[in-house]
T-cell receptor, first 123, second 112 residues
Framework: EAGVVQSPRYKIIEKKQPVAFWCNPI?????LYWYRQNLGQGPELLIR????????DSQLPKDRFSAERLKGVDSTLKIQPAELGDSAVYLC?????????????????????FGPGTRLTVL | LAKTTQPISMDSYEGQEVNITCSHN???????ITWYQQFPSQGPRFIIQ???TKVTNEVASLFIPADRKSSTLSLPRVSLSDTAVYYC?????????????FGKGTTLSVSS
């Protein structure tokens, strides 16, 4: 089974330029997450989707960040314009949650499967 | 959401057993515990998950005492390749999107 796919793996841009990251989750996973991970820190959630609906985007800096998951499958995260402080690794993860989804047990857990991430460097 | 506390770093030698303890004093009845492992330049990888007592898989064991206020990830006979960051998360079985706070994790360094 293919894992979570992310592209590109690396991206170098100058500040004020736009950038976009793409994620294809594991087939059948209804929940998709975008995280940002700064050096030496754990991943921090930016946005969580259940199918095509963004159910938690409270940590997404909405002035410059946007995300979409139009058909409830793959997703794109965009930054426009990028700032120096946006340099980080952007991780995508997927899982099967919540309960009520066919094939998911009554009590579910958010076991997430992560992609390799995109390392963004803003110069 | 229950907050977790882990040691920032641990050192070990090859062949030793490593135990990493995570404190989650405010864990709720519906909360479960998940551990992830992260190697450099990779995303976190699920290791083990449990609710109470002991869980064992091919990679690790997870010990959870009766009060569930802490949990211990046990890695038997570590090798150099076990050098990684280990994260302990707590989440609610009845609420999606709760096991998402990673913290800084525990950096395990294994030497020969």
């Amino acid at each position: 089974e293919a894992g979570v796919v992310q592209s590109p793996r690396y991206k170098i841009i100058e500040k004020k330029q736009p950038v976009a990251f793409w994620c294809n989750p594991i087939s059948g996973h209804n929940t998709l997450y975008w995280y940002r991970q700064n050096l030496g820190q754990g991943p921090e959630l930016l946005i969580r989707y259940e199918n095509e609906e963004a159910v938690d985007d409270s940590q997404l800096p909405k002035d410059r960040f946007s995300a979409e998951r139009l058909k409830g499958v793959d997703s794109t995260l965009k930054i426009q314009p990028a700032e120096l402080g946006d340099s980080a690794v952007y991780l995508c993860a997927s899982s099967i949650f919540p309960r009520g989804v066919v094939g998911v047990p009554e009590k579910s857990t958010d076991t997430q499967y992560f992609g390799p991430g995109t390392r963004l460097t803003v110069l | 959401l229950a907050k977790t506390t882990q040691p920032i770093s641990m050192d070990s030698y090859e062949g030793q057993e490593v135990n990493i303890t995570c404190s989650h004093n405010n864990i709720a009845t519906n909360d479960y515990i998940t551990w992830y492992q992260q190697f450099p330049s990779q995303g976190p990888r699920f290791i083990i998950q449990g609710y109470k007592t002991k869980v064992t898989n091919e990679v690790a064991s997870l010990f959870i005492p009766a009060d569930r206020k802490s949990s211990t990830l046990s890695l038997p006979r570590v090798s150099l390749s076990d050098t990684a960051v280990y994260y302990c998360l707590v989440g609610d079985m009845d609420q999606a999107g709760t096991a998402l706070i990673f913290g800084k994790g525990t950096t395990l360094s294994v030497s020969s």
